[in-house]
């Protein structure tokens, strides 16, 4: 299994609440340091095409991109947390990407 790649700044709430889950839920991540001005945060757009993080790549998943701290949390308890779905070879139920980007924005709609 890939670690994932996690881009954020050092002080930032947001961050700070995306690296706990990932810690929470002992999942293995490269951290990438994006720049304090947005200005500069070239890498974190060309990956989200957006500038704020936290931004997350799940290589295992194929997720690239994803912003949003809720959205982010809600995923990795979803793929990684105790009451994920068996997604190993042997059960022979891989999640498309597209099933996962329905999940979340059923998540979304329900809140409303």
């Known amino acids: ?3 994932l790649k996690f881009y954020m700044i050092e002080g930032c709430p947001y961050c700070e609440k995306v690296m706990t889950k990932l810690n929470d839920l002992n999942i293995e991540y ?3 340091r994006a720049p304090r001005s947005k200005n500069k945060r070239h890498k974190v757009e060309e990956i989200s095409g957006q500038r704020s993080v936290p931004v997350i790549s799940d290589p295992n ?3 690239v991109g994803m912003n949003e701290s809720d959205d982010i949390v809600r995923y990795l308890e979803k793929e990684y947390g105790d ?3 068996d997604n190993t070879e042997d059960s022979g139920s891989k999640r498309k990407i ?3 980007i329905y999940d979340i924005i059923d998540d979304l709609i329900n809140l409303f």
């Open 1 to 3: 299994m890939e670690n």
């Open 30 to 32: 490269d951290i990438y």
């Open 61 to 63: 998943n194929n997720i």
């Open 83 to 85: 009451n994920k779905e």
């Open 98 to 100: 597209s099933d996962v």
